[in-house]
């Protein structure tokens, strides 16, 4: 054990030696800070727009949560069916709404101004660009509903930060996020329901990155209903099909498949992959949102058991959204990263990350793959050689 030192004792701590970029941060912090530098940047011509910008930004950030309060309840109401035929006056919108006509106008004026709908010279309200999307991608206002859980579980950030509560709404909703082997049938109902909804859109986008023409079966893990495989199968008419998931949702999958007339193309396994044994006979593995899911000490022996399972020059992938996505920075590291915190279960990694767990589990020639929307998914390919 060292003697204890007195204060005496203790050699001089060294001065710490701040690069240019550490002190050019403390300055402009330091000015940015001040009051004074605020109201003359405001009206300074060439530094107004920069401040108007981030008093913007900065103001977005408070207001994020009425924002999408204002979303829920369009969505709640569902308002943008009701104008999906065509632009409304302000009083019918209200009568069919079943709102106060003050109030609902409250509501559309607040949608117009996030760009949900577009108010007519008229005065009647339309879709706008936002508004029509959400017509076009229902497992959207399915996600905004379950929000509410997300908004619940975050009402005390603090707290969830400090302490991993036992249980949150979340981690009741995803019940294999506790790590247990057993889930009850009537508990996957709703998570795969809902992912299952949004798959469609992830689907069309990894699929037309991954080639797979050279493949003779494909195993998708974590496969939820099967979505990603229809669309899979549909594609690649050659391909044989592997799903495996917890038992009820592999039994929801192959409801699925029976009842599309999939017949012996596709086999549905129902298992846990933390087993460390999956099916043999696949020459592509796929994980689908699953990664992010899951923390290290699942995902490392996961990847082990994905390299073990294929046969050489078989190939993985892994599509998620993913920390670090240029242009989409807060929605891996904000959003991810405080939803999988409330789930109680994994992380949001970047592709490097990712390559790094790949390369250890035993994996070469690992490829990040562009998608067309990367912040809905991107893609990492890798071979066992
Ligand atoms: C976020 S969902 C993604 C489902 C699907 N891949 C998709 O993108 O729509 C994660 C899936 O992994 C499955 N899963 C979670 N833990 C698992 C485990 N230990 N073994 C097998 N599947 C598991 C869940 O049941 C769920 O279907």
Known sequence: MPAATTQSERPAAAPVRRGWRERWLAFRNGTVASPAFQRWAAGFPLTRGIARRNTRALFDLCAGFVYAQVLFACVRLDLFRLLQPGPLAPEVIARRLDLPPERALTLLKAAASLDLLTRLPDGRFGLADLGA????????????????????????????????????????????????????????????????????????????????????????????????????????????????????VAERARARFESAGFGSRVTCHGGSFREGILPNGADAISLVRVVHDHDDSVVEPLLRAVHAALPPGGLVAIAEPMAGTSGAEPIGDAYFGFYLMAMGSGRPRTAAELSAMLLEAGFTDIRERPTRRPLLAKLITAKRT
Not at 145 to 152: D, I, T
């Open 133 to 248: 999307a959400m017509i076009g991608n229902p497992s959207i206002a399915a996600m905004v509903e379950h929000h509410s859980m997300l908004y619940a579980d975050l009402a005390d950030p603090v707290a969830l930060l400090r302490d991993k509560p036992d249980r949150t709404r979340l981690s009741a909703y995803w019940p294999y996020a506790g790590g247990g082997a057993e889930v009850a049938a009537d508990s996957v109902a709703a998570y795969s329901g809902l992912m299952a909804a949004s798959q469609a859109m992830i689907a069309g986008d990894v699929l037309d990155a991954l080639l797979l023409s050279d493949r003779a079966c494909l195993m998708d893990i974590g496969g939820g209903e099967g979505v990603f495989l229809f669309e899979a199968a549909r594609r690649h008419p050659h391909l044989t099909l592997k799903l495996l998931d917890l038992p009820p």
